[in-house]
């Protein structure tokens, strides 16, 4: 993991693409400003863990669909 020191204003780029600026300092907070394509996606940590378990359950779900279709179709083909 890089570790970095900023000051407020000051920036990090990742990439020719994404620029990570400090926009606010506030006692133990630190508010960022992310400039990022739209094909990269942005979230924080538990909204991204909230969403892999979101994406984990629909699949599960959708096996579980054809699972059942397929049961339907052998069980048509007797």
Do not use: F, W
Request: glycine share 6%; net charge positive.
């Amino acid at each position: 993991m890089l570790v970095l020191t900023r000051k407020l204003g000051e920036t990090i780029r990742i990439g020719d693409t994404i620029t990570v600026k400090i926009v606010d300092l506030d006692g133990r907070h630190v508010k960022l400003g992310i400039e990022a394509p739209k094909n990269v996606a942005v979230n924080r940590e538990e909204i991204y863990e909230r969403i892999q378990r979101e994406n984990r359950a629909a699949s599960l779900t959708k096996d579980q669909g054809l699972e059942n279709i397929a049961q339907l179709l052998r069980n048509s083909e007797k």
